[in-house]
């Protein structure tokens, strides 16, 4: 049987690092965390909270651009031993999602997409829970507002992942 890459996706707040946590250690298998491979290259302890606008210092595109390239970097390492392997991220654009269909393709893996989501009251109960969170990704006032929780990508926060179509696995 091929290794198989699974990529665990979504908005903040959605499940996604401990769904991919609980899934790595039931099956055994390498997780490779977007957060800790992020803190990791800038030289933060992965236990440490940090707090930045979102956009800048470890949030920054070029930041992230190096957090998915050592991602994959780490992902294909494995797939090549023939391990299968979890990737956790927020994977908003559609180029980072293509991109690993195209590390399975090239270490002839299976690849599955997870897509993690939750109501907006459940995602406003989570980002309350985040104190250190809430002044980077909430509005004046700390609480987030349902359009902010459905659709505020725009802004650099909350949103659905761009190239998203839901309801059809095939379109991540």
Do not use: N
Request: a positive charge; charged letters at 20%.
């Amino acid at each position: 049987m091929p290794p198989r890459l699974v990529v665990i996706f979504g908005l903040i707040a959605s499940g996604k690092t401990t769904l991919a946590r609980h899934l790595g250690r039931h099956l055994g298998w390498p997780t490779i965390h977007s957060d800790q491979v992020r803190k990791a290259l800038a030289g933060i302890p992965p236990t440490q909270r940090v707090t930045v606008p979102f956009g800048e210092g470890l949030y920054a595109p070029e930041m992230s651009g190096r957090t998915y390239d050592e991602m994959f970097r780490q992902a294909e390492e494995h797939l090549q031993a023939g391990r299968s392997v979890i990737l956790d991220g927020s994977f908003m654009r559609a180029a980072d999602r293509l991109r690993a269909r195209g590390v399975a393709a090239a270490c002839g893996a299976d690849i599955f997409f997870v897509l993690c989501s939750c109501p907006a009251e459940e995602t406003r109960r989570r980002l309350r829970g985040r104190h250190f969170f809430c002044p980077v990704l909430l509005p004046r006032g700390g609480d987030p507002s349902p359009s902010a929780a459905a659709g505020g990508q725009r802004r650099g926060g909350l949103g659905r992942p761009t190239g998203y179509s839901h309801g059809a696995a095939e379109a991540v």
